[in-house]
């Protein structure tokens, strides 16, 4: 599962990667917004989505605003979520943030990426597996636990 979310700013990018993701065979729900409402506040959206994902093991999230930040940072706030960014750049990134950091949310910046953009980061980071190696789980551990 695919849970997938985003404020007015991601709104049709998020609507476009639904699209996209259903037709490459993948099962989504859409977490909101489910309107255009310019006045809309990313948290109402993405705290859910990141909840849904840690709550179904095995599931992702993607998430998307107009730069990503504050949806990375409002799904990092939900123990177990690993928020990874992307608005543009090398795609490297995308890969690291699974192979090192099983980053089980992606979040994007819609205004700094486009649709085609978009559609292929989201397509290299589904496939892309984490490693298992030793180092990148012993520092998982350290970070999954950690409470304020």
Not at 34 to 47: A, C, E, M, N
Not at 70 to 92: D, I, W
Not at 128 to 146: A, G, S
């Amino acid at each position: 599962m695919i849970y997938i979310a985003s404020d007015h700013a991601g709104y049709e990018l998020k609507k476009e990667l639904v699209h996209f993701l259903k037709d490459q065979g993948q099962e989504v729900e859409d977490c909101g917004a489910h309107t255009y409402d310019k006045l809309d506040d990313y948290p109402d959206f993405i705290i859910p989505a990141a909840v849904k994902t840690v709550k179904n093991p095995g599931s992702l999230g993607i998430v998307i605003g107009g730069s990503g930040q504050g949806e990375a940072l409002a799904a990092n706030k939900v123990k177990g979520a690993r928020a990874a960014l992307y608005y543009g750049g090398p795609t490297e990134i995308i890969t690291l943030s699974k192979e090192h950091n099983n980053a089980n949310i992606l979040s994007l910046g819609a205004r700094f990426v486009s649709i085609d953009e978009a559609k292929n980061v989201v397509g290299l980071w589904l496939k892309t597996q984490f490693t298992h190696e030793e180092r990148h789980v012993r520092r998982l551990k350290k970070i999954d636990v950690y409470e304020n």
